[in-house]
C-alpha cells in the first residue's frame, strides 16, 4: 500500500498534464491544476489534539504495565525458584525497571519510536531527533498517539521496554552472575528490542508496512523475550543438580499473587494498546479476560488428565499462557476468536514446558520460552485467523475466516524476521559478555545460593 501512495502525487499532476494539453490549456491552467491534484492526493495529516479522556486512561494503563514488572512478575519469578535464591531474583526485576527506564530515556524511544531521517534505514531503526527527550515538550503530541501527550505515549512504551527483558530472566534463574546480567539487558534492549519495536510500531517500520498484526506485542514483547530466554538458557548451560534435585517452588503463594498482579496490570497491556478511552479498547479488555480464563482452565484440565491432580502452579501458568496468546489479538478478535486462542494457548504451552522441554532437554528455569516463545507464537498465528475487520476499524477483510487467506502468511513471515533478528543479537550479545567477565556463577556460589553470594542478604 505504502508504494501506491508514493505515486499517487505524480500519477495525479501526470493525469492533469494530460487533461490540459488535450483541451490546449496546459500553458495557462495546467500547472495551478496539477498543484491542486497533488495536494489533494496527498493524504491529510493526522489531526493532533489532546483528549483528556484517553489522557486518563493511558496514565492508567501506564501505571497497570509498571505493575506488572513491579511488583507482579518479581512475585510470580520470586516465588517459583529456590528460597535462596529468591532476593537475587526480585532484584534482577527491579534492577532492569530502572536500568530500563534510563536507556528509554536516553536512546531507546527515539530508535524504536522516531523516524530515521535516510529513507534507505526508515523501515529497519529510527533515528536520534528524542535522544535524551531531546525537543519533547510538555504539550508535544505524537502522530502515533495523537490524542495523548508524547511524555505520556513515551512513558506507556517504556514500560513494554521495561517487562520484555524482565521476562527473560526466568530462563536463566538461579545461575547467571548479576553483573552479566545487567550488561546483558542493556545492550539487548538497544541491539534487540528497539529496533523490533520499530519495525513492528514505529513509524515506516517494515514489519508494520508489510501488515503483521501484532496489537500489543506478541512478536515484539513475548515472542521476543522467550526466544532470548531459549538462547541464554542454552549458551548458561543447565542450573546444577537438573534433573537429580529437587527445584520445587519455594512458595507457591507469592507465584499466584505475582500471576493475579500480571492478570490485572494486562488490561493496561492489552486494552491500553488502542491508545484511547474507545470501543477498541474496550473489547480488547473482554478478550483479554475471556482468553487468559480459557487458558487456565485448559492448562489445569490437561495437567489433571495426564498428572492426576490440578495443582495451583499449572493453573497460573496457564493464566499467564493466555494472557501471552491474546496480547497480539486483542484489539483485532470478537469473543469467540478469544476463547479459542485462550482454549488452544493453554493446551501448547502444557505440553511445550513439560513434554517439550523433557524431549529437547533444555534447562528453561521459570518456562520463559514454553509461555511467552510458544504463547506468543500461538498467539500472533491465531491472529491472522481470527481478525475481524470490524473489530480493528477496517472495511477491508482481515482474517483468514474472513477470506483474507494471504494474512496467514504474512504473520509468519513477521515471526521468522523477529526469531531470526533475536537469536542473532542475543547470541553475539551473551557470547561477548562471556569472553569478557563470564555469564555463569562459580559452583559454590550456585550451590550455596545467589541471595547470599551476590547481594549479602538472604530471606529468613
Not at 496546459?26 to 500547472?31: E, F, G, L, Y
Not at 542454552?234 to 543438580?241: C, E, H, Q
Not at 502452579?313 to 483485532?332: C, D, E, R, Y
Request: net charge negative; hydrophobic share 55%; proline share 4%.
Amino acid at each position: 500500500m505504502k508504494r501506491w501512495d508514493s505515486l499517487a502525487v505524480p500519477f495525479a499532476a501526470l493525469v492533469v498534464g494530460v487533461a490540459g494539453m488535450a483541451t490546449g490549456a496546459w500553458a495557462d491552467d495546467a500547472p495551478a491544476a496539477a498543484a491542486a491534484a497533488a495536494a489533494a492526493a496527498t493524504p491529510a495529516a493526522p489531526v493532533l489534539k489532546l483528549d483528556s479522556g484517553d489522557t486518563a486512561w493511558m496514565l492508567t494503563s501506564t501505571a497497570l504495565v509498571l505493575m506488572m514488572t513491579i511488583p507482579g512478575l518479581a512475585l510470580y519469578y520470586g516465588g517459583m525458584v529456590r528460597k535462596m535464591n529468591v532476593l537475587s531474583t526480585v532484584m534482577q526485576s527491579f534492577a532492569i525497571t530502572c536500568l530500563v527506564t534510563v536507556l528509554w530515556y536516553v536512546i531507546g524511544y527515539s530508535l524504536a519510536f522516531t523516524a530515521w531521517p535516510s529513507p534507505d534505514l526508515a523501515p529497519y531503526i529510527g533515528g536520534f531527533s528524542r535522544v535524551l527527550l531531546s525537543g519533547m515538550a510538555i504539550d508535544s503530541i505524537s502522530s502515533l498517539a495523537p490524542t495523548i501527550p508524547e511524555s505520556v505515549y513515551m512513558s506507556f512504551q517504556m514500560t513494554f521496554a521495561i517487562i520484555t527483558p524482565a521476562l527473560i530472566a526466568g530462563a536463566f534463574a538461579d545461575r547467571m552472575k548479576f553483573s552479566a546480567m545487567f550488561v546483558f539487558m542493556c545492550l539487548w534492549s538497544v541491539v534487540v528490542y528497539a529496533p523490533i519495536a520499530h519495525w513492528v510500531w514505529g513509524p515506516g517500520g517494515f514489519l508494520g508496512d508489510l501488515g503483521v498484526l501484532d496489537f500489543a506485542g506478541g512478536t515484539v514483547v513475548h515472542m521476543n523475550a522467550g526466544i532470548a530466554g531459549l538462547v541464554a538458557a542454552l549458551m548458561i548451560g543447565k542450573r546444577r543438580g537438573y534433573g537429580t534435585e529437587n527445584f520445587s517452588p519455594h512458595n507457591l503463594v507469592l507465584s499466584l499473587i505475582g500471576a493475579a498482579l500480571l492478570w490485572v496490570g494486562w488490561f493496561g497491556f492489552n486494552a491500553g494498546s488502542a491508545l484511547t478511552a474507545g470501543n477498541n479498547a474496550g473489547m480488547a479488555m473482554a478478550a483479554t479476560q475471556i482468553a487468559t480464563a480459557g487458558a487456565a482452565l485448559s492448562w489445569m484440565f490437561a495437567e489433571w488428565i495426564v498428572r492426576g491432580k490440578p495443582s495451583v502452579l499449572g493453573i497460573i501458568s496457564g493464566a499467564v499462557a493466555g494472557l501471552v496468546a491474546i496480547t497480539p489479538a486483542s484489539g483485532f478478535v470478537d469473543p469467540n476468536g478469544a476463547i479459542i486462542i485462550g482454549l488452544v494457548a493453554g493446551v501448547l504451552c502444557f505440553w511445550a514446558s513439560t513434554h517439550l522441554k523433557a524431549l529437547l532437554g533444555y534447562d528453561d528455569a521459570l518456562d520463559a520460552f514454553g509461555v511467552h516463545a510458544i504463547g506468543g507464537f500461538a498467539g500472533a498465528v491465531l491472529t491472522g485467523v481470527f481478525a475481524k475487520a470490524a473489530i480493528a476499524g477496517k472495511t477491508s477483510p482481515l482474517g483468514v475466516l474472513e477470506g483474507h487467506t494471504e494474512q496467514l502468511w504474512i504473520q509468519l513471515q513477521g515471526i521468522g524476521y523477529v526469531v531470526a533478528w533475536d537469536v542473532i543479537g542475543t547470541f553475539i550479545i551473551l557470547k561477548l559478555i562471556d569472553l569478557v567477565i563470564g555469564l555463569r556463577v562459580d559452583q559454590d556460589v550456585e550451590r550455596e545460593g545467589l541471595d547470599l553470594a551476590l547481594h549479602g542478604e538472604t530471606v529468613r
